[in-house]
């Protein structure tokens, strides 16, 4: 995991923090969903967890939008949006439209490559309810697919080996990589069509800075009125690892007061806390204020918040 992690999303990202931008632009402000996978694919859930980084990406890119990680934590699940309104009022960023993806199960013919698909949904931030749906699709041959996510040969026996099926470290550079790129790539297409009827709340980013300043990073609990630090945590900033520097549950850093992309996967979560696998940030560092203290709260259902303190 700490190798896709550091080789597959925040490699996209990182390029878009130090993006130049108008400060006082009005911008559609994107709310971006973990991409479900419901796929059944044993790369299934490396290619949502990039899909999810590629979407980011494309936004970041646009000068329409201001993309915004959400973290609705565990029990995220896309057929049902209910919950929707009540979450995007926790958050302090206004969102304009929040975007719901899913790796879908692919096609495969008897003859011919498989099919991949990828389900987006436009929905309303106030109610939940779909503003629009699409399905992009791509090709790939299946054979790629298993050579492109890599094969170990593990011994089970005396004569028999298991392959068990890890993420190549280029993975954004291969076959699966290169179709989940035009994935997201049509989802954003499809998005930017109705970019017209949607409101835009939100401000552009500032622009990066060339100095710098140390942050303090914590996470805690909020968990069956409980408030626990986390203890054991990976970090990377800006496809840094600085998980080594986790002192006590305490990280501190030196960073570019600019837009940090943050990856952050807890491993002493509370028992039964339905958390995240990874979990994606985008908070702004501004070395111009006293204290630079990021709390991370992960609450009951497994979703994060960011506070500066």
């Given at each position: ?256 007061s600019a837009p940090l992309l943050m990856q952050i ?45």
């Amino acid at each position: 995991m700490k190798s896709l992690l550091k080789h597959s999303i925040v490699a996209l990202l990182v390029a878009f923090a130090c993006v130049p931008s108008q400060a006082q632009e009005k911008k559609i402000v994107i709310g971006i969903l973990p991409t479900y996978d419901s796929s059944g694919q044993s790369y299934g859930g490396t290619v949502s967890q990039v899909l999810t980084g590629m979407l980011y990406q494309q936004f970041a890119s646009n000068p329409k939008f201001h993309p915004v990680f959400l973290n609705p934590g565990g029990l995220y699940d896309p057929t049902s949006t209910a919950w929707v309104a009540e979450y995007v009022e926790t958050l302090d960023t206004p969102i304009d439209v929040v975007l719901s993806t899913i790796f879908a199960e692919p096609d495969d013919p008897k003859h011919g490559d498989l099919i991949l698909h990828l389900k987006a949904s436009e929905l309303d931030p106030k109610t939940g309810d779909s503003l629009q749906a699409s399905v992009s699709s791509t090709q790939i041959k299946d054979y790629k697919a298993m050579l492109d996510y890599g094969r170990a040969m593990i011994p089970t026996g005396s004569f028999d080996t298991s392959l068990v099926y890890q993420p190549s470290r280029n993975f954004d550079k291969q076959p699966v990589g290169k179709a989940a790129y035009a994935l997201a790539r049509q989802a954003a297409d499809s998005v930017n069509l109705t970019a017209p009827k949607l409101t835009a709340s939100g401000t552009a980013p500032p622009h990066a800075k060339t100095t710098s300043c140390k942050m303090t990073l914590k996470i805690s609990y909020d968990y069956k009125d409980r408030h626990p630090s986390s203890k054991s945590y990976n970090c990377i900033i800006n496809e840094k690892e600085e998980s080594l520097g986790i002192q006590e549950g305490v990280l501190e850093v030196t960073e570019p007061s600019a837009p940090l992309l943050m990856q952050i996967q807890v491993k002493d979560s509370p028992y039964k806390l339905p958390k995240q696998d990874v979990y994606l940030f985008d908070p702004v560092l501004d070395c111009g204020r006293p204290s630079n203290i990021l709390k991370i709260t992960i609450g009951p259902a497994g979703e994060a918040h960011t506070t500066w303190q």
